[in-house]
């Protein structure tokens, strides 16, 4: 069962909130009626009975003390910088299984936690980001992969492994054998859009039939950047969605553009410890 963490969040806000100001604006005035009355009734008040009257309920401090916390969290995760783990290889060499991201909320307009109704418009995905989304079929994971279509676009994949964008083909610049031990896979220099970036292919890999695409408005194209190793646009298959629509994402899906890689920790963890050699900005 996947766990919505962002509604969490915000119950948990919500929550925390409401004891603070149920503190603020009923039970505090309480306590300090309660005191005021005690030292009035007494000639010489007992410190251990003022405190004890002072004292907040537990739950009470707990939200007081939980709530700012969690309203930056709240802040910071939704409409700022939220940090994702990669789980699979589909976007080696760019990104490693084990790498820690940071994915800019902002980048493409301002949305609402749990809602993600966007409320202020601030940019578009454009060809070469890297970007986090909602995986169409079932918008509760988080896949991530690479920009390669705009709504509009013409997208073809060649049966020789080649992409074009509206009828020109993306240029690519063959670099060598990927650094592996059966040496199966080759590295391209790729650019789309204004992003130089590295593709891997596999040369083992037979080659498939040509397919063709246009991404209706509203949508994007996704690819990952190992190109044979990626469930991306090219497959992606639901019954429960519209023709034109196969393989899209909608931009209510968007969640933001990867923009760093903070901190890598490589399969299988046990084996491996935390490191910070691939930290750097993501092409």
Known sequence: MSINFPLLLVLAV?????LALLDLVLLAPRRRAAITAYEGSVDKPDQNVVERLSKEPLLVEYGKSFFPVLAIVLVLRSFLVEPFQIPSGSMKPTLEVGDFILVNKFAYGIRLPVLDTKVIEVGEPQRGDVMVFRYPSDPNIN???RVVGLPGDHIRYDSDKRLFVNGVPVAEQLLGKAPEILGSAVLYKEQIGDVDHLIRKETRRPAEPSHEWVVPEGHYFMMGDNRDNSNDSRYWNDPQIAGEMQG?????????KAFAVWMSWPEPKWQNLPNFTRVGLIR
Do not use: Q
């Open 14 to 18: 919500l929550v925390s909130g409401a």
């Open 143 to 145: 896949y991530i992969k």
């Open 248 to 256: 899209m994402v909608p931009d209510e899906n968007i969640v933001g």
